[in-house]
């Protein structure tokens, strides 16, 4: 449900809308699919065992995010320090492995690394990943490279979501509406999720 139009915060355009709990089935990792739903939707599936299996699975998850000792914004500042000049395409909590992770996708020239860094400590487990952007789709590469020369990161968009919302980011990633890329921001804001699309001010002058 939407609940505000696209508004303005300093430079930033941004919409916000809540959530349905109900319907969060969908895997943290792809934030910009997150559905939004009327309450009638909601309310038409909690009569349905998987729904509410599914509802309580993503209670657990932001129970454990709770938990977590190490912000979003933290983790991707650990990553982003492991490569020179690297900038965060894709964060997100995971709540369903032990110990809890964050698990961030970063860019760097021509490749994109992955780490998972832990929530409690903020120690970088299990090793990393790299892929050459070549092995992208061509939308996905054509999203990097436009993150690429845009003047703020995803880092950015999460502290202007976080203030917007009064809450703190579980996930972000990006996202293309009418052919301009946004950040796409998900806030746990008091007993509430919310989407925050953010749209940035524009490409870094060269």
Excluded: C
């Excluded at 395409?89 to 490749?111: C, H, I, L, M, N």
């Excluded at 202007?160 to 746990?188: C, M, P, Y």
Aim: aromatic fraction near 4%.
């Amino acid at each position: 449900m939407t609940t505000g139009r696209l508004r303005r915060l300093g430079h930033w355009a941004f919409g916000t809308r809540l959530l349905a709990i109900a319907l969060l089935s969908l895997p943290f990792a792809t934030p910009a699919h997150a559905v939004a739903t009327s309450n009638a939707a909601a309310g038409s599936l909690q009569d349905d065992d998987g729904a509410q299996l599914d509802a309580q699975a993503v209670r657990r998850e932001i129970d454990s995010f709770r938990a977590a000792q190490v912000s979003l914004r933290q983790a991707m500042a650990i990553a982003e320090a492991q490569h020179a000049g690297a900038t965060t395409a894709d964060v997100s909590f995971d709540g369903g492995v032990e110990p809890a992770v964050y698990r961030v996708k970063t860019v760097q020239q021509d490749r994109v690394w992955q780490h998972a860094i832990n929530a409690a400590t903020g120690a970088i487990t299990g090793g990393e990943a790299a892929s050459p952007l070549a092995m992208l789709d061509d939308e996905d590469r054509s999203n990097l490279v436009v993150l690429r020369s845009l003047r703020h990161r995803l880092a950015d968009a999460v502290r202007v979501a976080e203030h917007a919302t009064s809450g703190k980011a579980i996930s972000g990633g990006l996202t293309r509406d009418r052919g301009k890329l946004n950040f796409v921001i998900v806030v746990v804001s008091g007993a509430d999720l919310k989407e925050v699309i953010l749209q940035p001010p524009g490409v870094r002058r060269r």
